[in-house]
C-alpha cells in the first residue's frame, strides 16, 4: 500500500509517495510564486494527481492523500486558516480534494503541520514509538504539535499547540498581538528583528552586522556572525536560548512529555544550543518531570511535515472509524 503525502508551506507545495515502511517515492516540490486563494488550491491538485499518474505508470496502488497545512485546520469544518496563503482565512480545502479525487476513493486526511511533525517524529523520527512527545517547530513562526497518549491534543477548535503566544515577558505591549511575545523574539523572524532593534539602538558600534542594510538582516546573518563571535549576534541568540528553554520548561510542567523535539528552519543552526536549553528548561520546570524527559533534534529534517502526511493518512486508512489520530 502507498499513500500520497502533501507538505504545504508558505512558499512551494512538496508531495511525494509513500509507501507503508515510510520509503519516500517520486519527491515533487513545486513553487506557490504569486498565487493565491483558490490557484493554490488548483496547484495542490495538479501536485497531487502528477503523483498519482507515477503510481499509475510505477505500478504503486495508492489508497490514500494525507496532507500537512500551515496553520490550522478546522476539523468540524473541513476549512483551512493559513495566514502566509493570501486568501486562506477559511478555506475549503478538504471539500475541494474531495470533488476533485471523488471518482477515485481515495481516503483524503489533513492536519495542521505541527501536528503533522510530531507525528512523522513519533512514527520514524527522533521521537519514534513515544506517545507522549512535542515537537515545537521554529522557522518564520513558532508552533508545537503535542502527543498526549497516542493522540493529537486539538483543543475545543483545533488550535491547541499555538505557543508563539507564550506569554514569556512583562509587560504586554502592543506589538505581540499578530504573533505572540514568544514568536516576536525566538522564532526566525524574531532573531532578524531583535538584530535590527539592537543595531538601531547603536549598542553595537563594533558588530559585523552594521555593514548589512538593516532591512536585509536575517537569522541566517545572525548564526554566521554568531560563528565570528560577534557581540551583537551572542546577545541576540543568548536570549534565544533563554526563551527556548523558558517555553520548553513550561511544555514540559505542563504535559510530562518523554521527549521534547526541536525542529524547524532554525534547528537547523540552532542545534548547537540544545545542551543550554535543556540547562535554561532545568531551572524553570517542574523538577521531575524535567529529569524524565529528553531533549533532541528531528532527525526528519525537511521531510518531518510529508512523513507526518503521510503517517496521518496511513492511520485514517486503519481507523476506518474515521476519528483523528
Not at 499518474?53 to 469544518?77: A, D, L, M, N, R
Request: glycine share 10%; proline share 4%; net charge negative.
Amino acid at each position: 500500500m502507498a499513500v500520497i503525502a502533501v507538505d504545504l508551506g508558505g512558499t512551494k507545495i512538496a508531495t511525494a509517495l509513500l509507501d507503508e515502511e515510510g520509503n519516500i517515492h517520486h519527491k515533487d516540490v513545486a513553487l506557490i510564486e504569486s498565487r493565491r486563494e483558490s490557484d493554490v488550491g488548483i496547484l495542490i491538485i495538479e501536485q497531487i494527481q502528477a503523483q498519482l499518474t507515477t503510481g499509475v505508470k510505477s505500478k504503486i496502488p495508492v489508497k490514500g492523500i494525507g496532507v500537512s497545512v500551515p496553520g490550522i485546520f478546522y476539523v468540524q469544518s473541513g476549512r483551512v486558516w493559513a495566514p502566509n496563503i493570501p486568501g486562506w482565512d477559511n478555506y475549503p480545502l478538504l471539500d475541494e480534494l474531495a470533488s476533485a479525487f471523488e471518482s477515485t476513493g481515495l481516503r483524503i486526511t489533513l492536519d495542521s503541520d505541527r501536528a503533522c511533525y510530531i507525528l512523522g517524529e513519533t512514527w520514524l523520527g527522533a521521537a519514534k514509538g513515544c506517545r507522549n512527545a512535542i515537537f515545537i517547530a521554529v522557522g518564520t513562526g513558532i508552533g508545537a504539535g503535542i502527543m498526549v497518549e497516542g493522540q493529537i491534543l486539538r483543543g475545543h477548535r483545533d488550535i491547541s499547540g499555538a505557543i508563539g503566544w507564550l506569554a514569556l515577558d512583562r509587560p504586554f505591549q502592543e506589538r505581540y498581538i499578530s504573533c505572540g511575545c514568544f514568536e516576536y523574539y525566538a522564532s526566525g523572524e524574531g532573531i532578524a528583528r531583535m538584530a535590527r532593534r539592537l543595531l538601531s539602538d547603536n549598542t553595537f558600534v563594533s558588530s559585523s552586522l552594521q555593514k548589512l542594510v538593516p532591512e536585509s538582516i536575517t537569522a541566517h546573518n545572525v548564526f554566521e556572525t554568531y560563528a565570528e563571535s560577534d557581540p551583537l549576534a551572542i546577545q541576540v541568540l543568548n536570549e534565544c536560548v533563554e526563551l527556548w528553554g523558558m517555553a520548553a520548561a513550561n511544555l514540559v510542567s505542563l504535559f510530562n512529555p518523554e521527549k521534547i523535539i526541536f525542529g524547524g528552519g532554525i534547528f537547523g543552526p540552532a542545534a548547537q544550543f540544545l545542551d543550554r536549553i535543556r540547562e535554561e528548561a532545568r531551572l524553570w520546570a517542574q523538577p521531575i518531570s524535567i529529569e524524565q524527559v529528553s531533549f533532541e533534534v528531528s532527525t526528519l529534517g525537511i521531510d518531518a511535515g510529508l512523513l507526518g502526511a503521510g503517517s496521518l493518512v496511513m492511520r485514517s486508512l486503519k481507523n476506518p472509524s474515521g476519528s483523528s489520530p
